[in-house]
């Protein structure tokens, strides 16, 4: 039985609300700025699901700490002068380059949420890897690299006019063009000491194909991660145009002049 006066301690009676949801609430928004703004450039935070549950784990932990120092705070009072004192001074200690990672007792002190950040900065570094491997997918031959990789140079130069920009994609690109030009003249090698020999290849020469295309492949995907990281979701159906164009049969043998039409289809156009 409550003592007369006394105040009631339950959740019904406490108002938890604005004591511990609000701020939990407001932390967690802040940090979701915070994470927008270093991500900024780096990569998605909603990019796949699992960088989605790393992100809201964070927020979570942000707010859980808000909420903890509220519950904590009228009891900072008890806390020694001396070890406050000494806390504060120890965060102005110079910290030497190597003290700069983050220790694992900082990961504890700090409730994960080191931890789990690191862990969203792979997370979001791994899937743009892997949207730009499965973007690749279906281009068979250097020719048809070449032509796409061209295609979304311009198509970057044209979204990204900024000088620091431009000399990025065009770096990239020249990467992306002498890898092409390796894997060319590997292929040119192979297949004439085979038409000349009159054998199919062998299984080093179609290693060494396979590899010089694949390197090819993987400086493709340094371009197409910069358009997945500086690029917009509502690009995709356009890099998927790109693509679809560079696996045609039109991006090689189009006509040179535009059809003729007849006098009366002039006519009827006027």
């Known amino acids: 039985m409550e003592r007369l006066g006394a105040p009631s301690m339950s959740w019904f009676g406490h108002n938890w609300l604005p004591d511990y949801v609000l701020p939990a609430v407001v932390s967690a928004a802040i940090a979701w700025v915070g994470l927008a703004r270093e991500f900024t450039g780096k990569g ?20 859980a700490v808000a909420a903890g120092a509220v519950a904590l705070l009228p ?10 004192g000494a806390a504060t001074g120890a965060t102005a200690l110079p910290r030497r380059k190597q003290d700069e990672t983050t220790q694992p007792y900082i990961k504890f002190m700090t409730l994960g949420i080191a931890l789990a950040r690191e862990r969203l900065v792979q997370r979001v570094h791994l899937d743009a890897c892997t949207w730009a491997d499965r973007f690749v997918h279906g281009i068979e031959n250097s020719a048809q690299l070449r032509v796409f990789v061209h295609d979304l140079k311009l198509y970057l130069l044209e979204r990204h006019p900024l000088a620091a ?17 390796l894997a060319l003249d590997v292929q040119t090698r192979i297949d004439e000491a085979c038409r000349e020999a009159e054998r199919a290849p062998t299984g080093d020469e179609r290693f060494a194909r396979r590899q010089a295309f694949g390197t090819a492949l993987a400086h493709c995907g ?18 998927k145009a790109l693509r679809a164009k560079a696996l045609s049969d039109d991006a090689f043998h189009g006509q040179v002049l535009p059809p003729q039409r007849r006098w009366f289809e002039r006519w009827l156009t006027r």
Do not use: C, F, K
Not at 44 to 63: C, E, N, P
Not at 75 to 84: D, T
Not at 166 to 177: A, G, S
Not at 224 to 232: N, P, Q, S
């Open 44 to 63: 998605r935070l909603l990019g796949s699901w699992a960088s989605s549950a790393l992100m809201l784990l964070v927020l979570v932990l942000m707010g």
């Open 222 to 239: 340094h371009l197409l991660r910069y358009a997945y990281v500086h690029g917009r979701r509502s690009e995709y159906d356009e890099l």
């Open 75 to 84: 009891h900072a009072a008890s806390i020694p002068p001396v070890i406050a």
């Open 165 to 181: 920009e431009t000399r990025t994609i065009n770096t990239i690109y020249q990467d992306v063009e002498t890898a092409i030009d």
